[in-house]
């Protein structure tokens, strides 16, 4: 089996410099120019036999986007959505660093953010959605997963079996590419975070 784990292209929130998490905005201009690249890339070089989703607005487009270039079918979590801000959702970043600044020395893993969640309930999440993935479509050899940074990051997390409180951040750019793979007792990573495809033209916005 192979994962083709993607994130979502720029999404307004990039360009408003406010905190998005699970604020649910739509995708740029520039967002959908690279969702493209990323489809028509993945589609010559490992298409999926099925695309899941995270059913926020700036994945779930991504997905769509990736679906008409593949033609398989797409089926939709609310697991694989980003990280759950509370409070922090949507709002500006210098509005939220004067009303929930930082705890000194930061947010402890297991305290969550006011009506979110804590990080180590993220990567429980992230856990299950992965263990899930890979019992139910264990007869599918290549499926491709859209989700967010921060639930991508937990998700690479897991599949490497690193402790929940690892000092580890796997950064992934604007519609950029893992792939996974797991064979046997084997668990493989192909290359992560490529943006080769948003090399092949200039974007315009």
């Known amino acids: 089996m192979e994962l083709l784990v993607i994130r979502h292209g720029q999404s307004e929130a990039d360009i408003l410099e406010v905190h998005e998490g699970r604020a649910d905005y739509h995708l740029t201009e520039l967002g959908e120019n690279q969702a ?4 028509s890339h993945v ?4 298409p999926p036999d099925i695309i ?4 926020l ?6 997905a769509e986007i990736l679906q008409e ?4 079918e797409i089926s939709y979590f609310d697991e694989l959505r980003e990280f759950d801000n509370g409070v922090l959702a949507g709002l500006l970043r210098k509005e939220a660093a004067v009303k929930y600044p930082l705890p000194s020395g930061g947010r402890p893993a297991h305290i969550p953010i006011q009506d ?3 990080a180590i309930e993220l990567r429980y999440r992230a856990e299950k959605i992965f263990q899930q993935i890979i019992y139910d479509f264990k007869e599918t050899e290549r499926i491709a997963i859209v989700s967010h940074g921060g639930l991508i990051s937990n998700f690479l997390e897991a599949f490497l079996n690193l402790p929940v409180q690892a000092k580890f951040q796997f950064h992934t750019g604007d519609t950029g590419i893992h792939l996974l793979e797991l064979k046997d007792d084997i668990r493989a990573v192909k290359f992560m975070n490529s943006l080769q495809h948003l090399k092949k033209g200039k974007l315009h916005c």
Do not use: N, Y
Request: aromatic fraction near 4%; proline fraction near 0%; charge should be positive.
């Open 36 to 39: 493209r690249k990323m489809a």
């Open 43 to 46: 589609q010559e070089h490992f």
């Open 52 to 55: 899941l989703a995270s059913t």
């Open 57 to 62: 607005k700036r994945a779930s487009r991504t």
């Open 69 to 72: 270039a593949i033609g398989c």
């Open 116 to 118: 979110g969640e804590s």
